[in-house]
Nanobody
Framework: QVQLVESGGGLVQAGTSLKLSCEASEYSFGSYIMAWFRQASGKERQFVATIGWSGETTDYTDAVKGRFTISRDNAKKTVYLQMDSLKPEDTAVYYC????????????????????WGQGTQVTVSS
């Protein structure tokens, strides 16, 4: 099975930045749709961002548009989430997820589409 390992979380002040990384063990990582989800304490897991296999197609939840950027480096088997202008409401455990072929779409915000999940990394933003 595919192993996904997130890193880069931490405790930061509002208005600052963090960059999360998710490294995959699978050699065919370049064929996967990738995404980031987050789950705040006591709340449901929510979609954050997704990226197609080539990196050309992306989508974001409205809450992070203009502040977060998803990218990938297929040679390094890694997907990134650059988070700028962080707000306290961004506080959550962030998970990366992978959707292998076949696909019906180029990117997906649906949790049920993703087969593989990382262990999560905590992001805490203080005011």
């Amino acid at each position: 099975q595919v192993q996904l390992v997130e890193s880069g979380g931490g405790l930061v002040q509002a208005g600052t930045s963090l960059k999360l990384s998710c490294e995959a063990s699978e050699y065919s990582f370049g064929s996967y749709i990738m995404a980031w989800f987050r789950q705040a304490s006591g709340k449901e897991r929510q979609f954050v961002a997704t990226i197609g296999w080539s990196g050309e197609t992306t989508d974001y939840t409205d809450a992070v548009k203009g502040r977060f950027t998803i990218s990938r480096d297929n040679a390094k088997k890694t997907v990134y989430l650059q988070m700028d202008s962080l707000k306290p409401e961004d506080t959550a455990v962030y998970y990366c997820a992978a959707d292998p072929p076949p696909w019906g779409v180029l990117v997906s915000s649906k949790e049920s589409d993703y087969e593989y999940w990382g262990q999560g990394t905590q992001v805490t933003v203080s005011s």
